[in-house]
């Protein structure tokens, strides 16, 4: 496939697709994001992780545009510095955690500058501190104070199935009060309405005065569908869905294959070879 010579701006997820299943920004990916840029296409980065839990891709990826943290919660310059952010409305935030809880998944409240949990040794707790390099805060229980300044609730469990009803049953519960999407087949976000991906592409693309047409998307969750159903070209990773890789415009490999670096390479600079 010949390369998208339209597209001006590539907004990439994070884990799962720009990144290992380790966290590793490969060589491969690194030349990847420099022949963007030497193409013109700026890169853009977008991740239910919290903006600070994104800050050692900053430089090694050049990043000059805004970061999307917590699906976009907030917005941040390269320097971390706040653009803007989205708490939940209490009443959902505590509907939300209800849900969470009364599924059997254990539960994380973020905060515009904390990660709250209840308990250190839960499943997912020391992943999540290796990922994003900062230390949770243990708390004995979630308070209203906790939930008037969430960002994001996080359902945590290694039942994946349980995690997915719990979407579906948060999805219906909370309507248009909240965004409830899977960022990890083990993890379940919910966010403010305004906090998707899909508002993420809408919001870069004022800011940076592109037309959704001429930016492409690159994931691999259900929240990543969102923001293909926004941008002109989608690529979704090998190592998505099939229902993830049916919203899609390609397909390229899994992140353990090179597969962000590929999926440039063969369908927005035209490396046939790549």
């Known amino acids: 496939m010949s390369g998208r010579a339209d597209i001006r701006l590539l907004l990439a997820d994070v884990d799962g697709t720009l990144v290992t299943r380790g966290g590793v920004l490969t060589a491969a990916a690194l030349a990847a994001a420099r022949d963007l840029a030497e193409a013109g296409v700026a890169l853009a980065i977008t991740s239910g992780r919290p903006p600070r839990g994104m800050r050692m891709l900053i430089e090694p990826l050049a990043l000059r545009t805004a970061i999307a943290g917590f699906n976009g919660g907030m917005l941040v310059n390269p320097d971390l510095t706040v653009i803007e952010t989205h708490t939940l409305d209490p009443a959902a935030a505590k509907l939300a955690l209800d849900l969470i809880i009364g599924a059997g998944l254990d539960a994380w409240v973020y905060t515009q500058d904390a990660w709250l949990i209840r308990d250190a040794a839960a499943p997912h707790v020391a992943r999540e501190t290796a990922t994003v390099r900062f230390e949770a805060t243990v708390v004995a229980a979630f308070t209203q104070a906790h939930l008037a300044s969430a960002v994001k609730i996080v359902g945590v469990g290694d039942d994946l199935d349980r995690v997915a009803a719990c979407e579906t049953a948060a999805g219906q519960a909370l309507g248009e009060t909240a965004s409830a999407a899977r960022s990890q087949p083990y993890y379940l976000d919910v966010t403010h309405p305004l906090a998707n991906k899909g508002a993420v592409l809408t919001t ?51 992140n353990e294959d090179d597969g962000f670096a590929k999926a440039v390479g063969r369908f927005l600079l035209g490396d046939a070879g790549g």
């Open 204 to 254: 870069l693309a004022g800011r940076l005065a592109i037309p959704p047409a001429q930016i492409a998307t690159i994931g691999d969750m259900p929240s990543d569908v969102l923001m293909f159903r926004q941008s002109g070209f989608s690529i979704a990773m090998g190592n998505a869905s099939d229902a993830v890789k049916g919203e899609a415009s390609a397909v390229t490999d899994s």
